[in-house]
């Protein structure tokens, strides 16, 4: 790969660490790494502060999962290698999310970076996908099964629409580490114990 391509890459990485949820909350007081969940992201966030934060830090994390796949794409444009770049840049995006550099390598699930990837790449892909969010956390009151749901979606989505498929493998990537940092609420859903927000709302 040129330069360029390699910068790309390791930018997309450094943006993708940048822990939003981590810095909206410090205004408050309350390191939401040592509560609840103890997750940077965005679902931790509205449990400890509140909708309203939770909205903006999964903006923010949405943002950064959309604007390093713009601005490659913008640099490349139809060069040489173009899509393994953007494949690349969006699979550091990613893994900068869940393992920052900042916070030594302990971030995030990937979730909202890994949407705002699929809403430059693949829109349609994203919009079912978050419908499908959506029935199963209104169905169960589980976030982490909406999510892993959703991920999980996303490759048979880009087939059936007939995506390229260096995007189906780029999702099928990003969902096996969402997956994968998802283990723990796996064994609560197994369980039996994993947190509810239908039981928030009734309590």
Do not use: C
Not at 9 to 17: D, E, K, R
Not at 46 to 54: E, F, P, S, V
Not at 154 to 176: D, N, R
Request: hydrophobic share 55%; charged share 10%.
């Amino acid at each position: 790969m040129s330069l360029t391509a390699v910068f790309l890459v390791i930018a997309s990485y450094l943006v993708g660490a940048v822990p939003f949820g981590l810095l909206l909350s410090r205004s408050s007081g309350i390191d939401i790494r040592t509560q609840g969940s103890g997750n940077i992201g965005a679902t931790n966030v509205a449990r400890l502060l509140g909708k309203k934060m939770g909205i903006l830090t999964l903006l923010f994390d949405v943002g950064k999962g959309f604007f390093p796949m713009f601005v490659t794409a913008l640099i490349v444009g139809n060069g040489p290698g173009r899509n393994l770049i953007i494949a690349l840049s969006g699979a550091a995006t990613v893994v900068g999310h869940m393992y920052p550099v900042y916070l030594g390598f302990k971030g995030g699930k990937g979730v909202a970076t890994g949407l705002g990837i699929f809403l430059y790449l693949a829109p349609l892909s994203v919009l079912f996908s978050l419908l499908l969010f959506i029935a199963a956390v209104a169905l169960s009151g589980f976030v982490s099964l909406g999510s892993l749901l959703a991920s999980a979606a996303i490759p048979l989505w880009l087939f059936l629409l007939g995506e390229a498929s260096w995007k189906i493998l780029l999702s099928s990537f990003i969902g096996i580490l969402i997956w994968f940092k998802h283990i723990p609420n796996i064994k609560r859903l197994l369980a039996g114990t994993e947190k509810s927000w239908k039981k928030k709302e009734k309590s």
